[in-house]
């Protein structure tokens, strides 16, 4: 089973503030990797695929990079409603596994 | 509009069974491979199983290997997860959700039900 890691637990933030975040793998997934936003007593959302590709309807703001077992997840800007937990999930491998996310909490 | 709807989700002692169910609606559910994904009370993601657009390709977590089966039915658009010999770490909000295929590779979960809760307690 691929282990997924993700960096750090929690981050403050102030609106306007750029963000990143880390998720590593425990081997490699190669491209393979999608991050989820998730707010509570919602379903996650998908936000990007294929570790850098955003999914329809994802703002710019947010962008993906990384290959192999290392990858990280960027907000620039901010907005009130990004606060949320994220998740990054491999789908190199079965079983499909998730990292434990990050949540992003306004300072 | 795409629409996932979970429901069978209720309290059941641990030793029990249930069954739930996923209507799917708005897109091509025959063409796709879906997932039952869960989430423990204030706790992550866990992919719990994944079964192909033919019932071909199926998937557990270890976790619940040898305990839950993954059905569907495509004439009705539904997905199902028989659960039996319940536990108590079963506990969780289940969501149903599709693996959206890309160039024909499977590229993450697109669409979310809005999950149905199991709680398994006496």
């Known amino acids: ?107 | 509009e795409v629409q996932l709807v979970e429901s069978g989700g209720g309290l059941v002692k641990p030793g029990g069974s249930l069954r739930l169910s996923c209507a799917a609606s708005g897109f091509t559910f025959s063409s796709s491979t879906m997932n039952w994904i869960r989430q423990a009370p204030g706790k992550g993601l866990e992919w719990v199983s994944s079964i192909s657009s033919r019932s071909d390709y199926i998937y557990y977590a270890d976790s619940v290997k040898g305990r839950f089966t993954i059905s569907r039915h495509n004439a009705k658009n539904s997905l199902y997860l028989e659960m039996n010999s319940l536990r108590a770490e079963d506990t969780a909000v289940y969501y149903c959700a599709r693996e959206v295929s890309i160039f024909e590779v499977l590229s993450g979960f697109d669409y979310w039900g809005q999950g149905t809760l199991l709680t398994v307690s006496s």
Do not use: H
Request: glycine share 8%; hydrophobic share 30%; net charge positive.
């Open chain 1, 1 to 107: 089973e691929i282990v997924m890691t993700q960096s750090p637990a929690t981050l403050s933030v102030s609106p306007g503030e750029s963000v990143t975040f880390s998720c590593r793998a425990s081997q490699t997934v190669l491209s393979n990797l999608a991050w989820y936003q998730q707010k509570p007593g919602q379903a996650p959302r998908l936000l990007i695929y294929r570790a850098s590709t955003r999914a329809t309807g994802i703002p710019d703001r947010f962008s993906g990079s990384g290959y192999g077992s290392q990858f990280t997840l960027t907000i620039s800007s901010l907005q009130s409603e990004d606060f949320a937990v994220y998740y990054c999930q491999q789908y190199s491998n079965w079983p499909r596994t998730f990292g434990p996310g990050t949540k992003v909490d306004i300072k």
